[in-house]
């Protein structure tokens, strides 16, 4: 049975990690005696001191809210598997540009096991040591993204315990899987037990006595008996545990210890905890984060509200880099609801929706799902209870006689534009064609306000488009709809409310969502503009920006690639383009596209055949004799399982997929070991 609060403790936990990420991240790597001088104890964010943005794109975010997904695509179940988790891996990394330190074989524990993966070696052994030696096996990977397995199993730590082998073996062994162990079985038990103690007690329960993590944490344990200063322990972790022991670039050891350490000095306080590992040193974003969301579990969103406000300056926000780049933009609330319910359906549940599967609901404490004031003290954003037609809470929008706007990012912000370290590959979560509906009260007193949208135009400079505007009466509401129209493949970056009236007053947000069939062409816009390549995510060899006159020309050297736009909430549309293959094994357009291997596709081939596939698997073929260097309009139409494709206006697939069908995703262009190109790429509704 769940805990009662699980879906609280759960926000909290996810919460916990990325701000545990956030604050170690701008000095990741750095050792006790750099920090301690140039900066001194880590009790806040110092992203500012370093001149570095707070919300960035990191491993430890983008990988544990990803390799998850396994459970998802495959049918969640307690019985997943380590090979059809390396699958996942498979299907949301792109080689070199999302997620992983891509830093080379035998170097990057992950691109070694990445590469592993890609020639056919499955998992479990494309992690193991047997196949990359100890050093490469043991790194601190397995542990970074360990915490949602530990989330999904509320009260089970020997489930957790078993999810954090078979995931970590993707890319671990030995003492790297017992780490990981240690944290997820905690994780899950933090769900229902309080005492770090009992805690550390269940988790190191599940690995072998004659481990080296355990018996690193015994000895820690002793040391934090005899010795009150954290510093004298982190002292002896260092003689005897260091990198100097445990070499490689990251080893799992050192780091676990720095967690271990931290939770027993940090006196089940968020703040101290995480001062303690983040000014210890090492991998300070990685350690943090594990003890950010294991004290997010633990002790709930009091626990991270009791110290400073940890949560203002990041307003929920987070981004998640892959091939399926609709999900890249998010938000603490969303992933929640997503592990929520995993976990529910695993413990026999049914998933929630809350306010019928809103995009932003605020329906946990506290939360902004993005949306942040443009306006200083003008404008004052705060989730307060009621206020709901369908739920239980609001966001309240206090605002002075002046007004001012609020809004939330649907696409790359343009400070994340130039993103240091790990870049950050997003597609537009709305589009044109698709309808915007929000909800909207009045407090005691009339108030105005408009909803509006920005997208990236001439130069790349934001253009804003003012939406429909009501005028309220006092504690009245309103429901907007708006078809978005007008800016075809003008990336949409922001969606917000601007609030106006000649006195102070208070409008309540309930709740924003957008549906609908997407319905415009995209090709390079007429302005001058780069950004509007960046919609598209790049899952190619080759980069497809270049000097030549297409607006796409797709590059492939080894393999198929796609360039893909668009989200899960597709369903049912069509999509067309006319291409032009050359040199091209295969060459076509895709639907429904969730990843690098997962989607429709129709294809030219080299074999005198056009085929209808579902990733590697054909589902229907005819003879066609293509030509290299013409032009041949395409046009796939996807209907719950019903698949029908066109060339040159001729139907010749009229298919069905009755096995697991992908029910929505994006579009793509796909190609395979060649070059094709084409002007534009057309979507909307299925006929």
């Known amino acids: 049975m769940l805990p009662n609060n699980y879906l609280e403790k759960v926000y909290a936990g996810v919460l916990g990690k990325i701000i ?27 992203h500012d001191k370093l001149d570095r943005p707070l919300i960035v794109t990191d491993d430890d975010i983008s990988g544990t809210f990803t390799f998850i997904r396994a459970m998802q695509d495959y049918g969640i179940s307690r019985d997943i598997t380590a090979e059809q988790i390396g699958d996942t891996w498979l299907n949301y990394l792109i080689e070199k540009k999302v997620i992983l330190w891509w830093g080379g ?97 269940t988790g190191v329960s599940f690995i072998p006595k004659d481990s080296i993590i355990y018996r690193m944490i015994d000895e820690i344990r002793e040391w934090h008996e005899e010795l ?63 003890v950010g969301c294991l004290l997010g579990i633990k002790n709930g969103l009091a626990g991270i509200d009791a110290g400073p406000d940890w949560r203002g300056p990041v307003a929920d ?79 309240a929008i206090n605002y002075t006689g002046k007004g001012g706007r609020i809004t939330t990012p649907t696409f790359t912000p343009p400070d994340a534009i130039n993103m240091i370290g790990y870049e950050l590959h997003a597609s537009p979560t709305i589009y044109q064609g698709q309808t915007l509906r929000a909800r909207v009260s009045a407090g005691s007193t009339p108030a105005k306000c408009q909803l509006f949208i920005r997208f990236y135009g001439e130069n790349d400079e934001l253009q804003t488009v003012d939406g429909p ?79 030549w006159g297409e607006p796409f ?51 030219l081939c080299d074999d005198g055949k056009a085929r209808v596939v579902k990733g590697e698997r054909t589902l229907a073929e005819v003879d066609f004799s293509r030509e290299l260097g013409v032009g041949y309009a395409l046009r796939l139409q996807v209907t719950g399982e019903h698949l029908q494709g066109w060339i040159n206006g001729e139907l010749l697939f009229d298919a069905y997929d009755l096995e697991a069908p992908y029910t929505g995703g994006g579009v793509a262009l796909v190609i395979e070991e060649g070059r094709m190109a084409t002007d534009s790429v057309t979507v909307k509704a299925a006929s």
């Open 469 to 547: 505007e009501a005028a309220l009466q006092a504690n009245a509401d309103h429901t907007f709809e708006w078809t978005i129209e007008g800016i075809n493949s003008a990336p949409i970056a922001q969606i917000g409310f601007e609030v106006s009236d000649d006195e102070p007053g208070t409008i309540y947000l309930d709740y924003v969502s957008w549906d609908g069939t997407p319905d415009l062409v995209l090709t390079r816009p007429a302005y001058q503009s780069k950004i509007w390549r960046r919609a598209w995510v790049n899952g190619l060899d080759s980069s497809f920006e270049g000097w």
């Open 228 to 290: 009150p200063n954290w510093r004298d322990t982190r002292d002896l972790i260092q003689a005897n545990y260091g990198y100097d022991k445990y070499g490689g670039n990251c080893h799992m050891v050192p780091n676990h210890a720095l967690i271990i350490s931290s939770l027993l000095y940090g006196d089940d306080d968020f703040q101290k905890s995480l001062m303690i590992v983040n000014t210890s040193g090492w991998d300070t974003d990685c350690n943090s984060g594990n």
């Open 20 to 46: 545990g990420v956030y604050l170690g991240r701008p000095f990741e790597g750095w050792r006790y005696e750099e920090i301690m001088p140039k900066l001194g104890e880590i009790n806040y964010y110092v």
């Open 317 to 395: 926000r987070l981004y998640i880099p892959t091939a399926d780049g609709g999900r890249a933009i998010s938000d603490a609330v969303t992933e929640t609801i997503h592990l929520v319910n995993m976990g529910r359906t695993l413990a026999g549940e049914a998933p929630i929706s809350p306010k019928n599967g809103a995009r932003f609901h605020f329906e946990l404490p506290g939360s902004v799902q993005g949306f942040t004031s443009e306006d200083g003290e003008r404008v004052r954003i705060v989730n307060v209870e009621g206020h709901s037609a369908s739920g239980e809470r609001s966001l």
């Open 105 to 201: 074989n035998g170097n990057s524990t992950e691109h070694t096991a990445f590469l592993r993966l890609k020639h056919g070696i499955k998992a479990p052994h494309s992690g193991s040591i047997a196949l990359n030696g100890k050093v490469v096996a043991e790194q601190i990977g397995s542990q970074i993204f360990i915490d949602g397995w530990g989330i999904i199993a509320p009260g089970d730590p020997e489930l957790a315990a078993e999810f954090a082998r078979r995931a970590g073996s993707v890319s671990h062994d030995g003492e790297a899987i017992y780490g990981a162990q240690v944290i997820a079985a905690m994780e899950a038990q933090a769900f229902v037990e309080s005492d770090i103690n009992k805690l550390i007690d």
């Open 553 to 603: 020309r797709t590059i492939q050297n080894e393999g198929r690639g796609l360039l893909m736009t668009g989200t899960r909430e597709w369903k049912d549309y069509q999509v067309s383009a006319t291409i032009t293959p050359h040199m091209a094994k295969s060459a076509g357009i895709a639907a429904r596209v969730q990843g690098m291997k997962r989607y429709y596709a129709l294809l």
